[in-house]
């Protein structure tokens, strides 16, 4: 019998709320239990993220709610939420043996990494977003083993201080053979939100939050529906988000009268079930790391119209496995849109190619292999 005690690597999250980083961790279950890793998650506190983890069946630790930091942009803020959760770390880090550490969230990076640098356990740093001013993180090397970047486009904000050795470029994981039936998928979507099979489904699917621009996106459709009366669309909106920015989105709703044709649909633990029954998924966010809700509806048939910037340049490519559009790029939503609505033909050979560069770039085994690599990486130093 083979005793060799498994490498344990641990991630903790806050719990508020339930994001592409969660997203990414669930993809992986499967292939730690094939592997000689074991992984164990732990939630600073019970709300968003432990109800999704029960529904999934995953087990998870909990801890004390205290003050993390970063919470608070303050150096006494700082020092009080890495001493307000040190001793609690310290349990579980030694209770699990735990020999490294994969933070996901800024406050958990701030928190965990002083944590692990007193208790010497390796510490990976997972940066799911761009760096703002990094001249001001040049003490970020020396709080982690090594740095985790989701696109090209975030590596790029990492500070110039930190070697590339100590820096990777990890794209996130996806089940690429989870595929659900359109057909299926729509007829659901049409029972559950009284809406007609002929009406063509314009989806966004994400966090409502500011820096996604779905008041953006709001107007964008509203422009399109007065220029194009005679098209039978709506917009279904899932996800969640801050009471005061949901309110904006229903005000503009009101102003452009748009109370018929946009639908809010919730929250969903199978957002990838949702995209499979939606025509046409947007993702009108200037700033996106890396474009998450892009990959998912390659992976489903669903045709893509992403704003031309950050992030989803990395993935799509106009008019080959996907559609941009912007206020200064050459095509315009409604233009853009219109294509898609009008030119079936020009979909499928756009979404055909979509799924064989999604399944082919972003599997889970893929990622996992990439992982596997920094944490052996990591333990060797």
């Known amino acids: ?30 292939e730690f239990k094939k592997s000689n890793l074991e992984c164990y998650f732990a939630i600073h506190e019970t709300g ?13 630790i909990i801890l004390k709610k205290k003050t993390l930091a970063g919470e608070r942009p303050t150096i006494f803020n700082f020092l009080l939420g890495f001493m307000h959760n040190f001793w609690q770390i310290r349990k579980i880090v030694k209770n699990y043996d735990i020999d490294i550490i994969h933070g996901n969230d800024l406050r958990i990076n701030l928190t965990w990494s002083i944590a692990s640098f007193f208790l010497k356990t390796k510490y990976i740093w997972h940066q799911r977003s761009l760096i703002s001013n990094p001249g001001k993180w040049l003490f970020l090397k020396f709080l982690t083993n090594h740095i ?3 696109s090209d486009y975030v590596g790029r904000s990492i500070p110039k201080n930190v070697s590339p050795k100590n820096y990777s470029i990890i794209n996130n994981p996806f089940s690429v053979k989870k595929i659900f039936d359109k057909r299926i998928s729509k007829e659901s979507i049409c029972k559950n939100f009284n ?8 989806g966004y699917v994400g966090r409502l939050i500011e820096w996604k621009k779905v008041d953006e996106l709001l107007l964008d459709f509203s422009n399109f529906y007065k220029n194009n009366p005679e098209e039978n669309i709506r917009l279904l909106i899932l996800g969640s988000g ?8 229903h005000r503009t709703i009101k102003d452009n009268y748009l109370n018929d044709l946009v639908i809010f649909c919730g929250f969903s ?12 998924l947007v993702a009108p966010s200037q700033s996106e790391p890396f474009g998450r809700t892009l990959i998912e509806s390659m992976i489903q048939n669903t045709p893509v119209l992403a704003y031309a910037a950050a992030g989803h340049l990395e993935i799509v490519k106009d008019s080959v496995n996907g559609f941009l559009y912007s206020k200064s790029y050459e095509n315009s939503f409604e233009e853009t849109l219109k294509i898609i609505i009008r030119n079936p033909i020009k979909v499928n050979e756009v979404i055909t190619k979509a799924h064989s560069f999604a399944t082919k ?12 690599k920094v944490y052996l990486k990591c333990l060797r130093n």
């Open 1 to 30: 019998m083979n005793n060799q005690k498994k490498t344990a690597i641990l991630f903790p999250f806050v719990g508020d709320s339930v994001g592409g980083s969660h997203w990414s961790i669930i993809e992986l279950i499967n």
């Open 48 to 60: 968003p993220l432990s109800n999704f983890f029960d529904a999934k069946s995953i087990s998870y």
């Open 148 to 150: 985790i970047a989701i």
């Open 195 to 202: 809406v007609s099979h002929n009406d063509f489904l314009v």
């Open 242 to 249: 801050p009471e005061d920015y949901i309110s904006k989105l």
């Open 269 to 280: 633990n199978e957002p990838s079930n949702f995209i499979s029954g939606l025509d046409c």
């Open 361 to 372: 770039n972003y599997s889970e085994k893929k990622h996992f292999e990439l992982l596997v």
